[in-house]
């Protein structure tokens, strides 16, 4: 391997070499989150389809003041739909507040195609909602497990020092936005932002979903009363899922959009099997 | 390479089959039996591990009389319309009468003046209804498990079944009217209590006077309004559709601790 600096070398071929880059568990816990987030959002939608606003505080009904609200007014020929935050009112015919199920007008805050079921309801929401809040919630202690017993936290997610300067944050932002991802070593492992992103998904984002959804529960909240004080009360809670829900809907979009423009196949195979096929303008051997 | 493009092909024909599911399944899926059974695995486990981790005597939070909710909404029946009903708020609910009754030593009557002349509770709560949003009430009225005790339980009682007063689909078998059941272990909770009166004042007939449970710990649908009767039981498969109440015969959880 003539890795090091060769001097008038030959003309330089791109080469390909495969490394592991995601093991076993991560791949499979990765795989059932993505089923797991995508129908637990869709159930939640058809939940919050029965009470369309969201309260701050210990609680919130009807003739409280909402600081969300997804309505809908009657037409001559068709109902109109209004997505409101705080003052804020939008006109979302179509797909928020009115939309059409099976060809027909609806009043309903989410669209058919959104929830699951499509039509409206609730209990099958519900009882899809929590068995896969159930799946969620195994599938993370054991990728939570696996992280800090097989130091993948430590060796792959904890940033350096000097990687969380606000100097090198500053420059990947910069490469991030002319879509110019790292090559060559720097490919082999995550880069900063990644690294950051990340532990905010998995340390911050997913454990305040299941927080704030246990604050939700009427027994949970007689056992661990303290909940609903570092929420601000049910409503509150009830708030902050639904708006954790949309931040992790918008990493998603991303995340997904960032798997395209770095190589769709070399990640999704990565993530599949493992391999990460890294390219390097090396010379030859 | 060939590995490689047999995955590629499992992969796209994953997604494709994810997406025609995505499309067009999710309500077969959905009212598909074993599916339902699959999903309703997860009542149990929510049942088992809230009765593992929250102790049979915790209290649900407790608030001050600044923290009512202005307005209380009233969900469900707002009246049960019916002529006995309609005689009983006509003369002040005194020809009502509530009847304790089933696997019990002593089966009891109790008129509205009886029950106020028992030793009361009176706790501030939130009411948490299963559409999402919350109330907070004054809720006064006496501890179901003093008038258990009083009427003593015979051995192998299990449950509290509430008969109402209210119909909410007119049907031929009675299916359609309003019952709901406890465990014991929800029935001698010391904040479940038979209320009459409400943020002060003789229970409304839109929140269910005379008499309506009070679980909490529980959505607002385990709340029984209009309650007429009270049987204790072994079992209740054997109600109408078996699952233990009016909405847990229509899908809901019997267990409604979440």
């Known amino acids: 391997m003539a890795d090091i600096d060769a001097t008038g070398a030959p003309p330089v071929h791109p080469r390909t070499m495969y490394i592991r880059r995601h093991s076993i568990v991560t791949r499979l816990t990765h795989w059932l989150n993505v089923l797991c987030l995508s129908l637990l959002l869709m159930s939640g939608m058809q939940i919050f389809n029965a009470h369309p606003a969201l309260y701050w505080g210990q609680y919130g009904a009807n003739a409280d003041p909402s600081w969300l609200q997804i309505s809908a007014t009657d037409g001559d020929t068709q109902p109109y739909g209004t997505f409101r935050i705080g003052s804020l009112t939008i006109p979302t015919t179509g797909v928020l507040g009115a939309s059409k199920e099976d060809g027909e007008w609806t009043v309903r805050a989410f669209p058919a195609w959104a929830t699951i079921p499509s039509y409206q309801d609730l209990a099958a929401g519900r009882r899809w909602h929590f068995f896969f809040a159930w799946l969620f919630v195994f599938n993370g202690l054991i990728y939570l497990l696996y992280g800090f017993v097989a130091g993948h936290f430590r060796r792959d997610l904890a940033p350096s020092g000097a990687e969380v300067s606000p100097r090198n944050l500053w420059h990947e932002i910069v490469e991030h936005a002319r879509l110019r991802f790292p090559k060559g070593e720097k490919a082999k492992r995550y880069n900063a932002l990644q690294k950051l992103t990340y532990l905010i998904v998995i340390f911050i984002l997913l454990p305040l979903m299941l927080a704030t959804g246990l604050t939700m529960s009427p027994g949970i909240d007689a056992g661990y009363p303290f909940l609903l004080d570092i929420f601000g009360g049910r409503q509150t809670a009830r708030g902050i899922h639904f708006i954790t829900a949309w931040t992790i809907v918008l990493f998603v979009l991303v995340h997904v959009a960032m798997v395209i423009l770095s190589g769709l196949w070399n990640n999704i195979r990565s993530m599949v099997t493992g391999r990460y096929a890294i390219r390097t303008e090396g010379e030859d051997a | ?258």
């Open chain 2, 1 to 258: 390479m060939s590995k490689i493009v047999s995955r590629r092909r499992f992969l796209i024909g994953s997604a494709a089959s994810l997406g025609a599911i995505g499309l067009t399944g999710c309500d077969d899926i959905t009212e598909n039996q074993n599916v339902q059974k699959v999903l309703a695995l997860a009542e149990g486990l929510t049942m088992g591990t809230q009765r593992l981790l929250v102790s049979p005597q915790a209290l649900a939070r407790e608030y001050t009389d600044k923290d009512l909710s202005p307005t209380f909404r009233s969900n469900g029946t707002d009246n049960p319309g019916s002529e006995d009903y309609a005689a009983m708020v006509e003369n002040g609910f005194s020809t009502w009468k509530l009847k304790i009754d089933g696997m019990v030593n002593k089966p009891m009557e109790f008129s509205l003046a009886d029950l106020k002349k028992l030793p009361s509770r009176t706790q501030i709560t939130r009411h948490d209804c299963v559409e999402g949003w919350s109330a907070i009430g004054k809720w006064t009225g006496v501890p179901l498990g003093l008038i258990l005790q009083s009427a003593g339980l015979k051995p192998g009682a299990r449950y509290a079944v509430f008969y109402c007063a209210d119909e909410l689909e007119q049907t031929l078998d009675g299916s359609g009217r309003y019952y709901e059941s406890i465990d014991l272990i929800d029935a001698f909770h010391p904040q479940t209590i038979l209320a009459y009166s409400m943020n002060g004042k003789d229970l409304e007939v839109a929140h269910g006077a005379p008499l309506r449970l009070r679980v909490e710990r529980h959505l607002g649908y385990k709340h029984a309004k209009y309650v007429m009767r009270i049987e204790i039981r072994d079992k209740f498969s054997d109600l109408w559709g078996g699952n233990g109440g009016f909405w847990e015969d229509r899908g809901y959880e019997w267990y409604a601790g979440i």
